[in-house]
C-alpha cells in the first residue's frame, strides 16, 4: 500500500510532496482510496463535500465508528503527515480480518479533503464544511493564488460545489471518529514510547499582514525618501520570535508576496502571513496582540501602512475524556503498559469533528520531531505499532 501510494503528487526536485486540493494528484491520491477500498470489498461515497467514505456495514445504521485522515499535503510536504493515517486505517482492517473478529457497529475509513489548507489557505476545507464551521458563501469566497475560486476548482474536478455546506445527517450516522496521526514534534522520540493519546490541540489560527508601501526605483531612490514596506515586515518577523518565546508559544511567518517583486526596485505590498499557536488562549491572545502592536509601531515609523485580516482561528480542542479513557483502557489491557497522553500544536480534523462528535487521536513517534518536510520520517517498526494500536482500539469500539 505505501509503496503505491509514495509516488503520486511527488516532486522530483525537493523530494516532497504537492498534492493539493482539487488537482490532478489529488484525483490519483482519490483513485487510490477507491481501489484500496473496493480491494477490500468496501462501499466507497464520495460527500457533498467532496469527502471520501469506504463502508463496512450499512452507513445508514448509526453509531458508527470511523477511522482515517487526509491524502493532500503542504507544499512539498512528507509522506507521513495525513497519508499514514489513511494507510493504518485500511492495514488495521485487514489486521481486525485476520483476527477473524466480528463487527458489531458499522465501520468507516474516511479522507477528509484539503486538510491542509494549502491551496486555498484555510486548514480542514472538508470536514469544516461537514461540521457547519464553514459555510457555503465563505467557503465561495477562497481562491488560490492563481485566483480560482474553491467553486471553479471543484466544478473543473468534475464535483457540484453547489452541494456543498453542513451535513448533520452524516454526523449523526457517527459514534467515534479516532485519528491516527505521525506526530509532529518529538515528545514519544524523547519518551521511548511508539504510540501515544491525543490530549488535547493548542488554540491556533492564521493571520495576513499587508505592509503597503511606494514602488519605486532601487538605485535611485534615497534611503531617508523611501516608503519601503520590507523593513516593517522583516521586524515583524523578529517580533514574532520574541513573543513566541516570551510566552512558551510558536509563532512563524512562513508564507510571502511581494509586490512588484522585481530585484531593482523597492516594492509597493509585503503580504505576509503568520502561524501561531500556543498551549492556552490567554497566552495566544498575548503573543498574537503582542506581534500585531510590534508591527504598527514599525510601519508607522517607516512611513507604511498596515492592514491585518485574520483569515482562520480554532480554538482549544480538548479530546473528550470518556473517548480518551476508553483508548487508555484498550491499549493497556492489549499491551500490558500505559500509554502516554500528550498534546499537540498541530491541527487535524480530529480537532474540527470534536465539537460535534466523540473524537480521538493516536500518534505515532517521529524520530527527528521533522513535519511538513520532505524530511519527515517514521520508523516502519513504529509504524506497525501504530496499525496494531489502532486495530486494537478499532476492535474494542465497534467489535465488542
Not at 516532497?16 to 484525483?27: I, K, L, V
Not at 468496501?42 to 469506504?54: H, K, P, S
Not at 485487514?94 to 465501520?107: M, N, Q, T
Not at 485580516?309 to 480554538?315: A, D, G, L, Y
Amino acid at each position: 500500500m505505501w509503496r503505491s501510494l509514495h509516488g503520486i503528487g511527488r516532486n522530483a526536485d525537493s523530494g516532497g510532496y504537492r498534492r493539493y486540493a482539487w488537482t490532478p494528484a489529488d484525483a490519483d491520491c482519490r483513485l487510490w482510496f477507491r481501489m484500496q477500498a473496493e480491494a477490500r470489498r468496501l462501499d466507497v461515497e464520495t460527500d457533498r463535500n467532496g469527502n471520501q467514505w469506504a463502508w463496512l456495514g450499512d452507513p445508514t445504521a448509526g453509531d458508527a465508528v470511523v477511522t482515517g485522515s487526509h491524502l493532500d499535503s503542504v507544499p512539498d510536504g512528507g509522506a507521513f503527515d495525513g497519508p499514514l493515517g489513511v494507510v493504518s486505517a485500511f492495514a488495521a482492517l485487514d489486521e481486525l480480518r485476520a483476527r477473524g473478529v466480528s463487527f458489531k457497529r458499522p465501520l468507516a475509513i474516511v479522507n477528509f479533503g484539503d486538510e491542509e489548507g494549502a491551496r486555498f489557505g484555510l486548514a480542514c476545507v472538508g470536514s469544516r464544511l461537514t461540521s457547519g464551521q464553514l459555510t457555503k458563501e465563505k467557503a465561495f469566497e477562497l481562491r488560490d493564488a492563481d485566483g480560482i475560486s474553491l467553486p471553479q476548482a471543484m466544478e473543473a474536478a468534475g464535483y457540484d460545489p453547489e452541494a456543498i455546506g453542513h451535513d448533520p445527517e452524516r454526523l449523526a450516522r457517527i459514534g467515534a471518529f479516532v485519528e491516527l496521526h505521525v506526530e509532529q514534534g518529538r515528545a514519544l522520540d524523547l519518551s521511548g514510547d511508539p504510540v501515544g493519546i491525543a490530549s488535547a490541540i493548542w488554540p491556533h489560527g492564521r493571520w495576513r499582514y499587508d505592509f503597503h508601501g511606494e514602488a519605486n526605483h532601487a538605485g535611485t531612490t534615497r534611503l531617508v525618501d523611501r516608503r519601503d514596506p520590507m523593513l516593517p515586515y522583516a521586524e515583524t518577523v523578529l517580533a514574532a520570535r520574541r513573543e513566541a518565546e516570551l510566552a512558551g508559544a510558536v509563532a512563524t511567518f512562513g508564507k510571502i508576496a511581494v509586490e512588484p517583486n522585481g530585484v531593482n526596485a523597492i516594492p509597493s505590498l509585503v503580504r505576509g502571513w503568520l502561524d501561531a499557536r500556543a498551549a492556552d488562549q490567554e497566552s495566544l491572545d498575548a503573543v498574537v496582540a503582542g506581534i500585531e502592536a510590534a508591527a504598527r509601531d514599525h510601519a508607522v515609523r517607516r512611513g507604511v501602512d498596515l492592514a491585518v485580516v485574520r483569515e482562520s482561528f480554532t480554538p482549544v480542542v480538548e479530546f473528550g475524556h470518556a473517548l480518551r479513557e476508553e483508548l487508555s483502557r484498550l491499549l493497556a489491557d492489549s499491551t500490558g503498559t500505559k500509554v502516554p497522553v500528550l498534546g499537540t500544536g498541530a491541527g487535524h480534523d480530529a480537532g474540527i469533528l470534536s465539537a460535534s462528535i466523540p473524537t480521538a487521536m493516536l500518534f505515532v513517534r517521529n524520530p527527528t520531531g521533522v513535519s511538513h518536510s520532505p524530511a519527515e520520517f517514521a520508523a516502519e517498526d513504529d509504524c506497525v505499532a501504530g496499525v496494531h494500536a489502532l486495530a486494537d482500539v478499532l476492535e474494542g469500539l465497534a467489535c465488542r
